[in-house]
């Protein structure tokens, strides 16, 4: 036996002495000895394979553990899916959730078992796997040990980066060299980058002590200079970010009014969110061609919750792609035609906006409350009249969140009266959340309803 273990010595001397000195992920692993293994699970020493290894790195309770042996069924896919939503996620655990996330993920969305032999090879590619971090260091994709920083977070073409590497992707690892891989976590493109001879021992020796929701907060501090009150105020976050948003009207009426700093915690929850499901925080542009696709629609209720619904989407519509395949979800980017005149349907119509202008006004309106009454005025709730005083305050009046159905014969009686009362409030000099309330309380007194 002792033999054995000194010619065991030997070869796995050989076997390692060929790799490259550059440390990688796969050689900065530096597990402890109840860890000690190769891939797949089969390590001499080893008492807990990989995807128990995963599950505690992705800092789940070892009382929610998948237990080793046992073919992992969709709903056990499922519980372990709810667990994580429940568990916060931490700078320490964002690589390993993002793998145990994309190995659910591929699961449910093909709705299949997996032997647990099955499950623990296809673990084996995530040795070789580094995630971006939220706060711009390279980790390992199944024990979330740091490597190095590699630039500071900072959003590009609607993508959170840091030097030439996104936040949230996986990256393959060759001693110590990065290459972009595909969906099917192929090597897919050139050399990104590689990691430096010093490495940054002491953030390495801090990690774990950041909540990853935190240092995206961080980054879009940076990014979000001015509240965001129009659609166009939503170009300064994530692509895929500001997409969902901008599709989901009622929670966007909602977001708008909200103070700089909850819009920009807000912004970081959906991108830690979409991170976690896809890697990014940023979408592909598509046009759809086939008439009727149903497709998976991801969306935002008016509370802020994520939602996914089967839509038949009509042909030539654009939408945001977040993945691809079978696991793929869209954000729809444009809506379909406006109610004709007349049309009592309160169902909402779709999504986008024309530009936020005075001819627009009235079709944007319709698109937002999903009707068009014959015997209403598309009124401004905030008067063209003072439109430089609402501009200098932040605030698009044409944008139809600001607009309001008001019956015709009360709008002309009593228009000027309430052109007059915003006169008389303005020499207040108020502030932003005043001059919505008073909005909203003029809505009421003159009998029109207030869609913000």
Known sequence: MLLGMVALTWMTGCATSAVSGRPSALRAEALPPEFA???????????RDDFQLLQQSAGLEEGSWHEAGEELETDDAHKLWETLARTRTTLHSFGPRRALIYLLRQMLARDEDVPYSELLQRLRPFHFLVVMRPDGYLVSAITGKPLQRMGR???????????????????RDKGGVYYPVDDSLRPSGPLLGELGLERDWLNAALDGSGDALGEVGLALAQLVTSPVRSLQGLQQLPSAVAALIASSPEYFTRYSALPLQEQIREAARLSTHLLMLYGSASGTAARIAAAGSALPVLSLTAEGTLAVEQIAVPAGITVTALGTGAGALYVLMEAPKAPEEGSGDSKKTGSG?????????RENLARLTGRMPKEAHAHHVFPQEFE?????????????????????????KNAAKYNWRWKEFFDLKPTFEQILQFGRELGDEFGFHVNY
């Open 353 to 361: 906006f024309r530009p936020l202008t005075e001819g627009n006004f």
């Open 388 to 412: 430089k005083q609402f501009r200098n305050a932040g605030i698009n009046i044409h944008d139809p969140k600001y607009g309001a159905w008001w019956e015709q014969s009360s709008h002309l």
């Open 153 to 171: 977070v900072e959003l590009r073409e609607g993508k959170l980066m840091a030097g030439a590497f996104e936040v949230g992707a996986f990256y």
């Open 37 to 47: 293994q190769g891939s797949g699970g089969l390590g001499f020493l080893g008492k």
